[in-house]
């Protein structure tokens, strides 16, 4: 395990499902966008595990979002709404509600996201295209940003977005600027810990450090983990 410690970031080379570095109730916001499992080429990470090991990988994650929230801390994710996987459907949002819900963490507010990227299978209206079916891996164009929280608070309702979903050189698919903006805005403060368990290239940290907070993040893979690491430097 690789690690490099900064004043105002903290990053580790190793799986998010078990963050025993960091203290209980340490957080203040958690934000992340977790891996989909459709064989997505993240470098050498394999995103296609079977579909227990991969709930196994949620569950785990959650249960240590839980541990390390502050109690006034907020867990926000951007999940897929489904996900075709070798020809079976599956719930992805659903999935993870309930992985929350488990351990304790209530929904608080959802936004939804649009891919305005013409690719996509699946239409703005909900409708999927014909590609959909010819291909063996695909998720939805409706993206969900889930926002939730340790106190049971009443559901709020949340805004509609369309971003522009693209790749980068060195990424497959990082967070949308508009996107960081977006949640930023609404629920970071000067100060906060922020905690990306899949941190990508860390795109997230530079608006956090940006913004006065310190940013805290997890990547399994080493190539992808050094881009994180020069781009915060
Ligand atoms: C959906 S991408 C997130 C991209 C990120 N939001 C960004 O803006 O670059 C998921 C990332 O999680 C990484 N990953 C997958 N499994 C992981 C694990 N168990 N622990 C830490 N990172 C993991 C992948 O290598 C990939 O970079």
Same mark, same amino acid.
């Given at each position: 395990?690789?690690?490099?410690? =900064?004043? &105002?970031? !903290? ?6 499902? &078990?963050?025993?570095? !960091? ?14 499992? !459709?064989?997505?080429?993240?470098n ?5 595990? *079977? ?20 109690? $006034? ?5 951007? /999940?897929?709404?489904? /996900? ?18 488990? #351990? ?8 939804i $996201? ?8 699946e239409?703005? &209206?909900?409708?999927? #295209? ?13 993206? =969900?940003?889930? /926002? ?7 559901? +709020? ?28 805005? #609404?629920?970071? +403060? +000067?100060?906060?810990?922020?905690? &990306? ?25 080493? *190539?992808?983990?050094?881009?994180a ?5």
């Amino acid at each position: 395990m690789s690690k490099i410690s =900064q004043k &105002d970031f !903290l990053l580790f080379n190793k799986s998010c499902k &078990d963050m025993s570095e !960091l203290f209980d109730s340490s957080i203040d916001l958690i934000y992340f966008s977790p891996p989909y499992n !459709l064989g997505e080429k993240y470098n050498k990470y394999k995103d296609k595990r *079977t579909f227990s090991k991969y709930v196994k990988l949620l569950e785990s994650v959650f249960l240590e979002c839980e541990r390390v929230l502050k109690s $006034n801390g907020k867990v926000i994710f951007e /999940v897929a709404e489904t /996900v075709f996987v070798d020809g079976k459907f599956v719930a992805l949002g659903a999935l993870c509600q309930n992985i929350c819900l488990k #351990n304790k963490l209530y929904l608080e507010t959802r936004h939804i $996201n649009y891919a305005l990227t013409k690719n996509y299978v699946e239409q703005q &209206d909900h409708g999927w #295209n014909k590609d959909f079916y010819t291909r063996k891996n695909a998720h939805s164009n409706c993206q =969900q940003i889930l /926002v939730f929280s340790k106190k049971k608070i009443k559901f +709020k309702n949340g805004k509609i977005n369309y971003f522009n979903y693209n790749f980068t050189k060195d990424h497959s698919c990082p967070f949308p600027k508009e996107e960081i903006k977006f949640v930023l805005d #609404n629920y970071f +403060k +000067k100060g906060f810990n922020v905690l &990306d368990p899949f941190m990508g290239t860390a795109m997230l940290g530079k608006e956090v450090m940006e913004r006065k907070g310190k940013f805290i993040g997890y990547e399994i893979d080493k *190539t992808i983990f050094n881009c994180a690491a020069k781009n915060l430097r």
